[in-house]
């Protein structure tokens, strides 16, 4: 509850122009009626309603004619009871916090987090849904505006965007849920990348030891591989003692180590050799 009045003035404005619906009962009087199915958000309308007006307003609770059978609360006052007030169209930067706090609880939803990431604030009225857009867009935020069916709905759809409104309201135990659901599906989408990194390069050098240990067996049949120059002979030779190794890890078994890259010259030589043998059955020579 915020302790100005004035920020009280603007939140509770926000919930008559995001939720206010105006009835008219039989005995002609015009009433305003909010209505939520949060238990802890019609208790804050009564006490917004109390605080500013001076009143106590009627709360009626009914069932939402659902599979759930989920309580709807109707907060219902006067009208002519909250038209002895007004927020100042400039808002003071505590009273716009106020403002698009009272729009999210009268109108405002998250997606869960774990999905996708997105709020909206949903508004009956055009004029309100840019005023709350103007609003944000006054904190450093970047809202857009959809129009959905009969309503026109402001949104935001970034992870920062939303963290950084869930502080400017005041929600700070939603902001740090919020934050923790972020670092970790941050850290399993690295994971990911990581391991699909990892396994493709495994994949490549499969492939690349399968192609490799295929050339040297080519070689070994036609020519034997004790036939080659020394540093063909070895690398052909822990090659096919180690299938499942890098080109690094061979390099490191040779005495002394070669590098990747020298590795990688003896085997393009080994292959360039293999080609030649298939081309012509009776080669003898090097490459």
Excluded: W
């Amino acid at each position: 509850m915020p302790s100005n009045k004035c920020c009280q003035i603007a939140e509770l404005t926000a919930f008559k122009e995001i939720d206010g619906n105006e009835i008219l009962r039989s005995n002609g009087k015009l009433m305003m009626e909010f209505t939520t199915e949060a238990a802890s958000v019609a208790r804050k309308v009564f006490k917004l309603i109390k605080n500013t007006c001076g009143i106590n307003p009627e709360i009626f609770v009914s069932q939402k004619n659902t599979f759930k059978k989920r309580n709807v609360y109707s907060v219902i006052v006067e009208k002519e009871a909250l038209e002895s007030f007004s927020a100042s169209e400039e808002l003071k930067p505590c009273c716009t916090k106020a403002y698009l706090r009272g729009a999210f609880l009268a109108g405002g939803s998250i997606i869960d987090p774990q999905r996708a990431y997105h709020l909206e604030i949903s508004c009956t009225r055009k004029i309100y849904a840019q005023k709350t857009a103007d609003l944000m867009k006054s904190c450093g935020l970047k809202p857009g505006i959809s129009k959905r069916k009969n309503s026109y709905v402001v949104y935001l759809k970034e992870a920062e965007q939303i963290a950084n409104f869930l502080n400017i309201v005041g929600a700070h135990s939603s902001l740090l849920s919020m934050e923790n659901i972020r670092i970790y599906k941050g850290m399993r989408n690295r994971v990911n990348r990581l391991v699909n990194c990892e396994t493709a390069n495994m994949g490549k050098v499969i492939n690349a030891s399968l192609k490799q240990i295929e050339d040297i067996e080519l070689i070994d049949r036609v020519v034997g591989i004790e036939n080659l120059p020394e540093k063909l002979y070895e690398v052909a030779k822990l090659r096919l003692v180690n299938p499942e190794s890098s080109l690094k890890e061979l390099g490191e078994m040779l005495n002394p180590p070669v590098g990747k890259s020298g590795v990688n010259h003896r085997m393009r030589r080994l292959s360039c050799i293999a080609e030649k043998l298939r081309r012509n059955s009776n080669f003898r020579g090097g490459c």
